[in-house]
């Protein structure tokens, strides 16, 4: 199949602004880029599609250009329903550092000829207020920027003049990028669609129309049971290890639904679709083995975290798996059971007192039948000594231990 019939199988084409030109203009090489606002100082897996896509297309021989917003950053692309709070620009410039080290784990910017990674702040920040106005303010209608969903869905509770002008500053990144690197295509999500075409509405009114120029949406990521993509437990599933450790981001993906799996599959690995249609016949046939699970799961902590994250998410997977914890280092320890409970003890406190004392057993009663029932284990050993201590010495690292109930509940055991 064809690049853009790939991406059609995929599920990563929605729309174009000018679909019959694209299949001939993209038989050639061409410049593509995609945006990257600095909200945080990490992107997340909501943005992991489109960090996917521009490699995608550099895969194909394409030059991809990927541009973090130091300067729209600092403006904020209009949400559907509430102003955003603005960045200092400090900030702005912190969380620009930190994105432009993670877009260069996918994309080759060394390479003489390879992707291109730029700043917008940097043509953007020393536009002064009657150049905006009259270099790009006089192309845009008022009455064609209100009609624009982003915008629109923001007339009856207000919207500022600043967001007002996102688009516009967008659009002037575009007439930048092509001007600069001939950069004939914009990519991004389908929520971006207003903004894509409010660039080639203004390259065709500075260019002329001869200037062809392609905005390609790709749908947004939702879950099949209407819950947003990209949250875990409520917060962001992060692609800096610092906030979303490797093995937190394996377990998002391994707890995919069968009816989600497939569809994750071809957006966000780039495994080839007849590896995909085979895993889709084993949700089909075997969902009990979960191996399209598993391997959206190592793809996608792969790509992210490399092969050293993907090993320590395994590691931590199997230690959970058989109780032994000794192999992995403390913070290893601290990020497999981030989701724990923590308790308190004393040093050489007797177990069925951290027991009961932190609620992990009602009462002194059903703790000794848990110990005698080998339903208690300490640091992965399991102990019918009722007379049994929680050691300091015996905690792994001198700092933790971990106490098991049952075959799933972890508590992790600190020392006062």
């Known amino acids: 199949m064809t690049f853009l019939e790939e991406l059609e199988y995929r599920g990563l084409l929605k729309d174009c602004t000018d679909m019959a030109g694209l299949r001939e203009r993209i038989k050639e090489p061409m410049t593509v880029y995609c945006g990257f606002d600095p909200t945080a100082d990490s992107l997340h897996v909501g943005h992991l599609q489109q960090i996917l896509l521009l490699r995608r297309w550099e895969k194909e021989g394409h030059r991809p250009i990927a541009v973090c917003g130091g300067a729209t950053g600092m403006i904020g692309d209009p949400r559907p329903t509430t102003e955003r709070k603005l960045l200092t620009l400090e900030d702005v410039r912190h969380n620009v550092t930190c994105i432009k080290e993670q877009l260069s784990r996918f994309l080759d910017f060394e390479s003489e000829n390879g992707a ?35 915008i629109a869905s923001r007339l009856d509770s207000g919207i500022s003049f600043t967001e007002f002008t996102y688009t516009i500053l967008q659009a002037a990144d575009w007439l930048h990028l092509y001007q600069t690197y001939n950069c004939v295509g914009q990519i991004g999500g389908s929520d971006q669609w207003g903004n894509l075409t409010s660039g080639t509405e203004l390259i065709r009114k500075v260019e002329g129309s001869d200037a062809k120029v392609f905005g390609l ?3 947004l990521i939702t879950k099949s049971d209407g819950t947003k993509f990209g949250k875990s437990e409520g917060a962001n599933v992060w692609l800096d290890p610092a906030r979303t450790s490797p093995y937190e981001f394996y377990q998002f993906f391994i707890n995919t639904s069968d009816d989600d799996v497939i569809n994750f599959l071809k957006r966000l690995t780039f495994l080839t679709p007849e590896e995909i249609e085979e895993l889709a016949v084993s949700v089909q046939n075997e969902p009990h083995k979960r191996e399209a699970q598993k391997a959206l799961a190592r793809e996608t902590t792969r790509l992210v975290h490399g092969e050293k994250g993907l090993e320590e998410a395994m590691l931590i997977t199997e230690t959970l798996f058989s109780g032994d914890f000794s192999k992995l280092t403390i913070e290893q320890l601290r990020s497999a059971l981030s989701g724990a409970p923590k308790v308190k003890c004393d040093d050489g406190s007797l177990l069925i007192d951290v027991l009961v004392n932190n609620k992990i057993c009602s009462s002194k009663r059903e703790a000794r039948e848990m110990i005698q029932g080998n339903s208690i284990a300490v640091n992965g050993v399991k102990n019918t000594n009722l007379e049994a201590t929680i050691s300091k ?24």
Not at 124 to 140: A, I, M, T
Not at 393 to 403: L, P, R, W
């Open 116 to 150: 291109i990674l730029v700043n917008n702040y940097d043509w953007l920040g020393s536009l002064n207020l009657l150049d905006f106005l009259r270099d790009y303010g006089k192309h845009f209608n008022v009455n064609y920027m209100i009609s624009k969903d982003t």
């Open 217 to 219: 949406t790709s749908p």
């Open 393 to 416: 010495s015996e905690a792994y690292g001198n700092e933790i231990t971990v106490i098991k109930k049952g075959k799933k509940n972890y508590y992790l055991v600190e020392f006062n």
